[in-house]
T-cell receptor, first 115, second 113 residues
Framework: AQSVTQLGSHVSVSEGALVLLRCNYS??????LFWYVQYPNQGLQLLLK??????LVKGINGFEAEFKKSETSFHLTKPSAHMSDAAEYFC?????????????FGSGTRLQVQP | EPEVTQTPSHQVTQMGQEVILRCVPI?????FYWYRQILGQKVEFLVS????????KSEIFDDQFSVERPDGSNFTLKIRSTKLEDSAMYFC???????????FGPGTRLTVL
């Protein structure tokens, strides 16, 4: 079984400040981890993914995440927030088991960026 | 850039009616998925489909639900007798292989009255 916990359903930062969105996972087999972003009334867009290669993963729009096995974490960061980053962010996990690719999502974190 | 499309964008139906939600996955993708998101809740996996059969399904995906790939391009989700609690945003996703990311469509908002 696998699960994802996102700490903080709402995060508010000032424009230009560091963004840190937390994600912890649980998986009985080596995980694949993803961050998706959802803008209002839109679908899910992939920001970045970890699939057992480099532990520091860079994604689109200046976001990056670091896979830390010892902490079972995959936190999302961005050095400087932009107004356009305001959206809902979902962390998701799947397993490396062949044929089992269902994504398990966290409950999401809504990022608000203040001017 | 190729993308997953879904129709309709919004479907309103009466409780007990059948609905079919349609998706056109990215053309060279082989794995297809349905997820749903009840308003204010997390995105939940429903079913995955590969090689013309269901490869994985969640406990949500009961006998009321079915999926089909009727031709080379469409992927459909049928709900036989809708219930109020089926109201949600339904997302289709596709992937070129089992090791790759899933590309999501914009979703169909289903409202059951």
């Amino acid at each position: 079984a696998q699960s994802v916990t996102q700490l903080g359903s709402h995060v508010s930062v000032s424009e230009g400040a560091l963004v840190l969105l937390r994600c912890n996972y649980s998986s009985s087999v080596p995980p694949y981890l993803f961050w998706y972003v959802q803008y209002p009334n839109q679908g899910l867009q992939l920001l970045l993914k970890y699939t057992s290669a480099a532990t520091l993963v860079k994604g689109i729009n200046g976001f990056e995440a670091e896979f830390k096995k010892s902490e079972t974490s995959f936190h999302l960061t961005k050095p400087s927030a932009h107004m356009s980053d305001a959206a809902e962010y979902f962390c998701a996990v799947t397993t490396s088991d062949t044929g089992r690719r269902a994504l398990t999502f966290g409950s999401g974190t809504r990022l608000q960026v203040q001017p | 850039e190729p993308e997953v499309t879904q129709t309709p964008s919004h479907q309103v139906t009466q409780m007990g009616q059948e609905v079919i939600l349609r998706c056109v996955p990215i053309s060279n993708h082989l794995y297809f998925y349905w997820y749903r998101q009840i308003l204010g809740q997390k995105v939940e996996f429903l079913v995955s489909f590969y090689n013309n059969e269901i490869s994985e399904k969640s406990e949500i995906f009961d006998d009321q639900f079915s999926v089909e790939r009727p031709d080379g391009s469409n992927f459909t989700l049928k709900i036989r007798s809708t219930k109020l609690e089926d109201s949600a945003m339904y997302f289709c996703a596709s992937s070129p292989d089992s090791n790759n990311e899933q590309f999501f469509g914009p979703g169909t908002r289903l409202t059951v009255l």
